[in-house]
């Protein structure tokens, strides 16, 4: 099989801001929500927290080095709102003006793409205790901290990316509370949804004011699931899924509504506000679309058993779904430009005595994946760039440092970097040496 790609294709690769930076306590910064969570016991795998993580806060230079070597052309990261506005509301900070203005500088002089994302889920814990995504002022916070992002780094950053994947912060956040805020009420979830979703559109209209440089779009992470047989009640149940896990996201953007299906349930009511529905819908310039290739099934419909194999936190393997995924949002968004701004898996990495890092099963992971996306772009599918999750390994959420996603190992106990197999792999395929 030849990986070969368009000479434009981006290629990137990902993190967020809690799961390297570390230096929580740094310059001013404040808690987040994730900082209260990880402080609950029982929350995180081993009581782990991000109070170092990757420490890039400190080594960015390192890595920004070490993405020189693997040829990277573009980094996907997040800006900590709790860096710069800490109480959520008032202040902007400028030291962490300063520090990701010094992190943009050093990619833009090792020839990187700047990719930030303005949210990967570490809202201010000062907005949570008033109420979090279920207040609609939060919506209103978000924008003014936007605002400030737009102007203090407008000339560095290449693209920017609203929200880090809606259906997390509504879901894991807020229904099975496997993510912070932790919350389990089915009821917050529209709530949450409508106002992410605003956010997201208030975001868009102050960048048109501000920059306007056909750069900003969202993530979403997607589901379009297979249904089990080809009964009715089946391809019903997958219809409905697909309402719930991704429709509820893309038809307010893309479309200006909530799914019609949702209309009559009383459990579903988007507190919606005049002028809200034009707000989100507004033109973006490319869907951010970040796979988990996952098919599990959701919400009263039966999970069907996988026969694919599965990835060290048992998520099954299934590259056809990213197919799927990319065929259905292609349709959906009108040929809007896509970026894959996540692809990536957890394999259970360490330093072998030759002193490298043989992750085969993530190389395999990601040949598989990067087929797919080949085979994408030869059928007219507008797949621009790639990214893999992630640059480096990092806080896992609740799975803390127990899983590992890096395609550079990081050793926590000395901070050291290794790059693993799966980095020579990747540099391999961006250099156009691609006979794997
Ligand atoms: C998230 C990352 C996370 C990764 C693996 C993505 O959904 O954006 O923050 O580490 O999945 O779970």
């Given amino acids: 099989m ?60 390192e890595d920004v080095e070490i993405m020189k070597e693997l040829g990277l052309q573009s980094y996907r990261f997040s800006i900590a709102w709790p860096r710069i506005i800490p109480d959520g509301v008032g202040q902007v900070n400028g030291l962490a003006i300063r520090y990701y203005r010094n992190l943009m500088t050093t990619l833009k002089d090792a020839g990187i793409r700047v990719v930030a994302t303005l949210y990967h889920w570490d809202l201010p814990q000062a907005l949570e205790e008033k109420g979090g995504w279920r207040n609609r002022d939060t919506v209103q916070a978000f924008e003014t901290y936007a605002i400030a992002c737009f102007t203090h780094f407008g000339d560095l950053v290449d693209s920017w990316i609203t929200i880090n994947e809606p259906w997390c912060i509504a879901y894991l956040g807020h229904e099975t509370g496997e993510h912070a805020p932790g919350h389990t009420d089915q009821n917050e979830v529209p709530k949450v949804i409508h106002h992410v979703n605003l956010a997201h559109g208030k975001a868009v209209s102050a960048y048109r004011k501000i920059i306007n440089n056909d750069a900003i779009g969202i993530s979403w992470n997607l589901f379009v699931h297979r249904p089990a047989t080809r009964r009715t009640k089946d391809l019903e149940a997958a219809k409905m899924a697909l309402v719930y896990e991704s429709r509820v996201f893309t038809d307010p953007v893309l479309h200006g509504t909530y799914p019609e299906e949702l209309q009559d349930n009383p459990k579903w009511k988007f507190p919606v506000e005049s002028g809200d529905m034009e707000e989100i819908s507004q033109k973006i310039d490319f869907n951010e679309t970040v796979i988990t290739s996952s098919e599990k099934s959701y919400k009263g419909y039966v999970s069907v058993p996988q026969w694919q194999n599965t990835t060290s936190q048992k998520w099954p393997i299934t590259p056809v779904a990213l197919l799927r995924v990319l065929r259905w949002i292609t349709a959906e968004s009108q040929n809007t430009p896509l970026y894959i701004t996540e692809n990536g898996c957890a394999t259970d990495d360490a330093i072998q005595e030759d002193g490298r890092v043989h992750d085969y099963q993530r190389i395999d992971y990601l040949r598989r994946h990067l087929e797919v996306c080949k085979d994408a772009i030869g059928e007219g599918i507008p797949l621009k760039g790639y990214f893999v999750w992630s640059f480096i390994d990092n806080f896992e959420w609740a799975w803390g440092y127990n899983k590992r996603f890096g395609i550079v190992y990081c050793n926590y106990e000395n901070q050291t970097r290794t790059i693993k197999d799966s980095g020579y792999f990747i540099r391999d395929i961006i250099s156009g040496y691609c006979e794997y």
């Fill in 2 to 61: 030849h990986l070969v790609f368009p000479k434009e294709f981006i290629w990137g690769s990902a993190t967020a801001s809690y799961q390297v930076e570390g230096a929580v306590s740094e310059d001013g910064r404040k808690p987040s929500i994730w900082d209260h969570f990880c402080s609950i016991p029982g929350k995180i795998t081993h009581g782990d927290t991000g109070d170092i993580a990757a420490d890039q806060y400190h080594r960015y230079y």
